[in-house]
């Protein structure tokens, strides 16, 4: 109970607003016992009620502001629809404002959520998976998806420390390569994986556990699924 008073206490706090990336992760949660049901269908109905007018997702009201984590919000969250076959015109839309603003993605000059190469770029694979269709030219698909696999082989090749601590946060991702098992290793007392409701949840896709179920009912409780950006800590 003290535990779950600690993370009600954090998430309390004005400055903890779940992004609209975060809420789609935690959408594509299946329900335990269920993988055809959505474990937080609330989740599922914000996606559904705060796409913007140009399909985006996220902060963007004008196109000037257009940046990676928008394209990031904007592609989970198509995802999360795609995952339970809803919102059909909210995918055409999302998938439509993916392909006018993908040059923005291999702009090295914009800036970047850290992990971006990796987590856009197999968040592109598993919409492929999934069966979408991005309107977007195939050396295009390429280059990301390229940059992608250098990213991955550098940090095979890496043998400090941290580089098991970095696939685990950057686990959206990586899907089924990493080892669930040892990402788990990473959990923290409140359940969480880095504090990270997006992390958190795909792991939890993953990897069924109790703990990080629990982290996630409590982030749900607080806000049904809407909001801005930022982690829950203890």
């Known amino acids: 109970m003290e535990q ?4 009600r206490k954090q998430l309390l706090e004005p400055e903890f607003l779940p992004s609209s990336y975060d809420t789609a992760w935690v959408a594509m949660v299946p329900l335990p016992g269920s993988p055809q049901v959505p474990c937080f269908p609330q989740c599922v109905e914000c996606v559904l009620q705060n796409q913007q007018s140009n399909g985006s997702w996220g902060l ?7 940046n990676k ?7 989970a969250c198509v995802l999360a629809l795609k995952r339970w076959n809803v919102g059909g015109e909210h995918i055409k839309r999302g998938l439509r404002f ?6 923005i993605v ?3 000059q914009s800036v970047a959520p850290i992990g971006f190469n990796i987590t856009f770029s197999g968040m592109l694979s598993l919409g492929m998976e999934m069966g979408l269709e991005f309107p977007v030219g195939q050396n295009d698909l390429d280059r990301i998806l390229h940059l992608r696999e250098v990213e991955l082989k550098r940090l095979l090749g890496d043998k400090s420390d941290g580089r098991k601590e970095y696939m685990a946060y950057v686990a959206e991702g990586l899907g089924n390569l990493l080892d669930w098992n040892q990402v788990m290793k990473f959990q923290r007392k409140n359940g969480s994986l880095f504090n990270s409701p997006s992390t958190t949840a795909a792991a939890l896709i993953h990897n069924f556990d109790d703990k990080a179920l629990q982290y996630l009912n409590l982030f749900v409780s607080k806000f049904g699924g809407s909001g801005r950006s930022s982690h829950l800590s203890l």
């Open 60 to 66: 963007v009201q004008v196109d000037s502001s257009i």
């Open 98 to 103: 993916i392909g006018r603003n993908f040059f």
């Open 106 to 108: 291999t702009n090295e």
């Open 69 to 75: 984590d928008v394209l990031s919000s904007t592609l």
């Open 4 to 7: 779950k008073a600690r993370i």
